[in-house]
């Protein structure tokens, strides 16, 4: 593990140190609370209405965005009076014995005149249909960009991105729909639409520009929806009804082409002039509404931070690297030998019964007919497809919200499984015995049923494969201790029952991508049935069959199989991430850091509850578990072989002959070691002592939250614990440099330090010292002291906060294994006696040396007032990164020295 490049020379500028009333409002919140708790309830109940507020106008406005998959039947017969795919209306079927087009009257719709209705025929209604359909299931998958964006924007930026793009959607369709709005349609060719006194228009043209205009509005909505998230710490104990409430906005936008339907009735305006002002509605108004409602990226991370005691990394899944190394694990996951049957049969079963769904939300208006016979159900004016949307909307708005309120209450994501599969069985064979009967009552209770079920659907989904907190952003947030050593990971509130919740995104993907692709093929198979018996009805009769008895045989199975599994499946990655949680290597080594046993371990690390999270994150920054680690790491290094220890020496010797001080440095620079090295590297990180000068200001961010006072004892002990086992294993493992100089009396004192790397000497994860490693165990043994910075007893949650951040924001193990071999600088401090007698530099020049006899860059991290003086040095900067806690901030900076060849 290596750490920042310390303040070196009296080149860098002390920070100013924060104010009184800065360092109070960074105490613990225990602490705040006993000071005044009136106050801080007070505060609490009225952040939390304001939060209800502005989650409830938002939830209004990314209704109004909801694109147009959710009222994807309405939308259907618009685009098809519109003229969308008009030349599919010369094949056979439009002359089918259903009908040769769909004849609405007056009674049978609402807002729809015979004249407009009467040129869209069952063909070209079902080409439509099955466009949508397979662009919908094409957008799903999409819905990780939209979770890479709300990573990268926030919920704010994210939504109000989303209503630009969704706006920009109907602008194209409405282009489109204004180009067919001149054709002659009895005109019509394969190569060919001709527009009397318009334009030529390609089928494929016609096709690419409906395409893309649809996805466009789709993600757009998504964009919109995903910022949903942005509220779950701002209301932690009803994340899953914020959750609900993010999938009832979709069944709720479904009643948004009625709206449109009546609006263009009303005021008499045309299709593409209603899309466009709706485009302008979304634009102005949700995108307005979301800038004002929706949590910034910062306030996010900053509730994040009060909610969970720790914050957030700014990213998760990095690169693409990340991804396919996600993707494996989700393989790994899906295909494992307990489950991966399992895992097939739960798919086919969802897919078998989603399809009625299906047919109800792009088919209901031609179902409808066939069902009354072209009646119009008794005059009740009322469309099979508009009357689903209506419900679909009552259903979305009532049963969902009820959904995440019940789901809040469960204590493991198995609970109520198997009621919902029985619900979903009863609403399929409701469906299956009467979807047939002209009876408009009865046709209400099938679409009751038929919304119940795709409710339930996604319910079990949600259950089943796990619903995000972040989608596609998180894995897990690192204890402070765990920060200071290894990889941050993301933290997600909910788990899934087959994956920990490292991977949890990305099955859940994995899984969406095989039901998708299921129920694709399911669809098109319902297509040909129609296409063959000229008939929607026997379709929904046969799928709705087939999904009741594929879901009974499913209650039946998971009853007597009782294959639900009480903890997710862990892989040997996830059982080492959960150790390194702890400093280890292993669930047992962890389970005793913890006190605790191995299950409950495994159990609370597994659970959906923010507090059963603190409390986890309390033990593993507690005094006991400080020592317990430390007696691991003897234990561990005590067992090390006899060849491992004799290797170590060998590579230790052979870096020190390989790489002797040059002669331009010989007569001040010295091979040093940990023990003499210490004192002159930790107070020029730290700056106590009261020698004055310049200490390293990264550092003072860090402990300035423990105490300005960089004499304090605790402190001091407490740098020395974090410094400690990162010089050790500098000595063992790398290079320890040292300018050496006389003092008035003629003792030898170290003035300068420089712990650096040679090429390919540092961790296979680009750090120093892996977490649970060796490298650690062995730096930690002979320091021979517990970590007390881990210790938030005595630090204090806000050093703990600010130690979190400074490790996983910078990134710098990964961006170090991405650079490649090197020659790097660790640790470089001159003792603040000596700042300023160029000694930092010298070292520098040393190892500077040494990569040019090798062919090699140096490489360094430092803080931002550093960056003048290692520019001075000849480097230049690589990345830069700011961090803040709490509004206070400091920059880290990757910089780089080219080899000159």
Same mark, same amino acid.
């Given at each position: 593990m290596t750490k920042m490049v310390a303040t070196n020379g009296g080149s860098s500028q002390q920070p100013d140190q924060s104010s009184a009333d800065e360092e109070t409002s960074l105490l613990p919140a225990s602490i705040d609370q006993k000071k005044d708790a009136t106050t801080t309830a007070?505060?609490?109940?009225?952040?939390?209405?304001?939060?209800?507020?502005?989650?409830?106008?938002?939830?209004?406005?990314?209704?109004?965005?909801?694109?147009?998959?959710?009222?994807?039947?309405?939308?259907?017969?618009?685009?098809?009076?519109?003229?969308?795919?008009?030349?599919?209306?010369?094949?056979?079927?439009?002359?089918?014995?259903?009908?040769?087009?769909?004849?609405?009257?007056?009674?049978?719709?609402?807002?729809h005149d015979s004249d407009s209705a009467s040129s869209c025929c069952p063909a070209q209604w079902l080409l439509i249909a099955n466009t949508m359909n397979s662009l919908s299931m094409f957008?799903?998958?999409?819905?990780?960009?939209?979770?890479?964006?709300?990573?990268?924007?926030?919920?704010?930026?994210?939504?109000?991105?989303?209503? /630009?793009?969704?706006?920009?959607?109907?602008?194209?369709?409405?282009?489109?729909?204004?180009?067919?709005?001149?054709?002659?349609? #009895?005109? #019509?060719?394969?190569?060919?639409?001709?527009?009397?006194?318009?334009?030529?228009?390609?089928?494929?043209?016609?096709?690419?520009?409906?395409?893309?205009?649809?996805?466009?509005?789709?993600?757009?909505?998504?964009?919109?929806?995903?910022? $949903?998230?942005?509220?779950?710490?701002?209301?932690?104990?009803?994340? /899953?009804?914020?959750?609900?409430?993010?999938?009832?906005? $979709?069944?709720?936008?479904? $009643?948004?082409?009625?709206?449109?339907?009546?609006?263009?009735?009303?005021?008499?305006?045309?299709?593409?002039?209603?899309?466009?002002?709706?485009?302008?509605?979304?634009?102005?108004?949700?995108?307005?509404?979301?800038?004002?409602?929706v949590p910034s990226l910062e306030e996010y991370h900053s509730n994040a931070l009060v909610v969970l005691g720790l914050p957030i990394p700014r990213r998760t899944v990095k690169g693409w690297k990340g991804m396919k190394k996600q993707?494996?694990?989700?393989?790994?996951?899906?295909?494992?030998?307990?489950?991966?049957?399992?895992?097939?049969?739960?798919?086919?079963?969802?897919?078998?019964?989603?399809?009625?769904?299906?047919?109800?939300?792009?088919?209901?208006?031609?179902?409808?007919?066939?069902?009354?016979?072209?009646?119009?159900?008794?005059?009740?004016?009322?469309?099979?497809?508009?009357?689903?949307?209506?419900?679909?909307?009552?259903?979305?708005?009532?049963?969902?919200? /009820?959904?995440?309120?019940?789901?809040?209450?469960?204590?493991? !994501?198995?609970d109520g499984l198997i009621e919902i599969c029985m619900l979903m069985t009863v609403s399929l064979a409701v469906v299956t015995l009467l979807c047939g009967v002209a009876s408009w009552m009865v046709q209400i209770v099938v679409l009751i049923f038929v919304c119940i079920s795709q409710t339930m659907q996604l319910l079990f989904a949600m259950r089943y494969a796990g619903k995000r907190r972040r989608m596609f952003l998180s894995s897990r947030v690192m204890y402070a201790w765990l920060i200071y050593i290894n990889n941050p990971r993301c933290f997600p509130i909910y788990t899934v029952l087959f994956s920990y919740p490292n991977r949890v995104g990305v099955v859940t993907g994995a899984l969406i991508f095989v039901f998708g692709t299921l129920s694709l093929v399911l669809i098109l198979l319902v297509s040909l049935i129609i296409v063959i018996t000229k008939s929607y009805l026997l379709p929904v009769r046969i799928v709705s069959t087939i999904g009741m008895m594929a879901w009974a045989a499913y209650v039946v199975y998971i009853k007597r199989e009782e294959r639900f599994p009480a903890s997710p499946t862990l892989l040997p990655e996830d059982e080492i991430e959960i150790a390194k949680n702890f400093g280890v290597s292993t669930i047992e080594d962890a389970a005793y850091v913890?006190?605790?046993?191995?299950?409950?371990?495994?159990?609370?690390?597994?659970?959906?509850?923010?507090?059963?999270? &603190?409390?986890?994150?309390?033990?593993?920054?507690?005094?006991?578990?400080?020592?317990?680690?430390?007696?691991?790491?003897?234990?561990?290094? %005590?067992?090390?072989? %006899?060849?491992?220890?004799?290797?170590?020496?060998?590579?230790?010797?052979?870096?020190?002959?390989?790489?002797?001080?040059?002669?331009?440095?010989?007569?001040?620079? &010295?091979?040093g070691c940990f023990e003499s090295s210490f004192d002159c590297i930790t107070t020029a990180f730290n700056g106590h002592g009261g020698f004055g000068g310049s200490n390293e200001?990264?550092?003072?961010?860090?402990?300035?939250?423990?105490?300005?006072?960089?004499?304090?004892?605790?402190?001091?002990?407490?740098?020395?614990?974090?410094?400690? !086992?990162?010089?050790?294993?500098?000595?063992?493992?790398?290079?320890?440099?040292?300018?050496?100089?006389?003092?008035?009396?003629?003792?030898?004192?170290?003035?300068? %330090?420089?712990?650096?790397?040679p090429p390919g000497t540092l961790d296979s994860d680009g750090s120093t010292m892996k977490a649970g490693g060796d490298r650690y165990h062995f730096g930690l043994a002979t320091y021979g002291l517990a970590p007390t910075f881990t210790n938030k007893e005595i630090t204090g949650e806000a050093f703990v906060q600010r130690l979190a951040a400074f490790k996983q924001d910078s990134e710098w193990d990964q961006r170090r294994k991405d650079y490649g071999e090197m020659w790097y600088i660790g640790l470089l401090g001159t003792h603040p006696k000596y700042q300023g007698s160029g000694y930092g530099r010298l070292l520098l020049d040393v190892v500077s040396n040494y990569a040019q006899e090798t062919k090699h860059?140096?490489?360094?991290?430092?803080?931002? !007032?550093?960056?003048?003086?290692?520019?001075?040095?000849?480097?230049?900067?690589?990345?830069?990164?700011?961090?803040?806690?709490?509004?206070?901030?400091?920059?880290?900076a990757g910089m780089v020295k080219k080899y000159q060849a």
């Open positions: 007070s505060s609490s109940s009225s952040s939390s209405l304001t939060s209800w507020i502005r989650l409830l106008t938002f939830f209004i406005a990314s209704v109004i965005a909801g694109g147009i998959m959710p009222g994807q039947n309405e939308y259907n017969r618009l685009f098809c009076e519109a003229g969308i795919f008009r030349y599919a209306c010369h094949e056979e079927f439009a002359d089918s014995s259903i009908t040769a087009t769909l004849d609405y009257d007056a009674s049978d719709t609402i807002g957008v799903t998958f999409l819905f990780l960009l939209s979770g890479i964006m709300f990573d990268i924007l926030g919920g704010r930026k994210c939504a109000t991105l989303g209503c /630009a793009i969704l706006s920009v959607g109907f602008g194209i369709l409405a282009v489109l729909l204004r180009l067919l709005g001149g054709v002659d349609h #009895t005109t #019509t060719n394969n190569d060919s639409i001709n527009g009397g006194g318009g334009i030529m228009i390609k089928p494929s043209v016609e096709t690419i520009l409906f395409a893309m205009g649809v996805l466009t509005c789709d993600i757009g909505s998504f964009f919109v929806n995903v910022a $949903f998230y942005g509220f779950l710490f701002h209301l932690p104990t009803k994340q /899953a009804l914020i959750l609900a409430l993010s999938n009832s906005c $979709f069944s709720c936008a479904s $009643f948004l082409p009625i709206v449109v339907s009546g609006f263009m009735d009303v005021s008499g305006y045309t299709l593409p002039s209603v899309l466009l002002m709706y485009g302008v509605v979304i634009l102005i108004g949700s995108g307005g509404v979301c800038w004002v409602t993707l494996l694990g989700a393989k790994k996951v899906l295909t494992h030998p307990d489950h991966a049957m399992f895992h097939k049969i739960s798919m086919v079963v969802l897919a078998m019964g989603w399809v009625p769904a299906f047919v109800y939300m792009s088919m209901a208006d031609p179902l409808g007919q066939e069902i009354f016979g072209g009646e119009g159900g008794g005059g009740i004016g009322l469309s099979l497809g508009v009357s689903f949307l209506k419900i679909n909307t009552l259903v979305g708005l009532l049963v969902g919200p /009820a959904c995440g309120l019940l789901v809040d209450k469960f204590q493991h !994501p198995s913890a006190d605790m046993s191995p299950d409950a371990l495994l159990k609370l690390s597994a659970s959906t509850k923010v507090a059963d999270l &603190r409390r986890l994150s309390d033990i593993a920054l507690s005094g006991g578990a400080c020592e317990r680690i430390l007696h691991v790491a003897r234990r561990n290094s %005590s067992r090390m072989s %006899s060849e491992d220890v004799q290797r170590r020496r060998s590579s230790q010797i052979s870096i020190q002959e390989e790489f002797p001080v040059p002669d331009f440095a010989w007569d001040k620079v &010295r091979k200001p990264s550092v003072d961010w860090m402990f300035s939250a423990m105490t300005n006072d960089r004499d304090d004892p605790i402190r001091v002990e407490a740098f020395g614990s974090f410094l400690g !086992p990162m010089l050790v294993v500098s000595e063992t493992y790398g290079m320890i440099l040292e300018v050496v100089v006389n003092d008035e009396s003629g003792r030898t004192n170290v003035a300068a %330090s420089c712990a650096c790397y860059d140096c490489y360094l991290e430092c803080s931002g !007032p550093n960056i003048a003086f290692y520019k001075r040095c000849g480097y230049d900067v690589l990345w830069k990164n700011e961090i803040t806690i709490h509004g206070d901030s400091i920059v880290l």
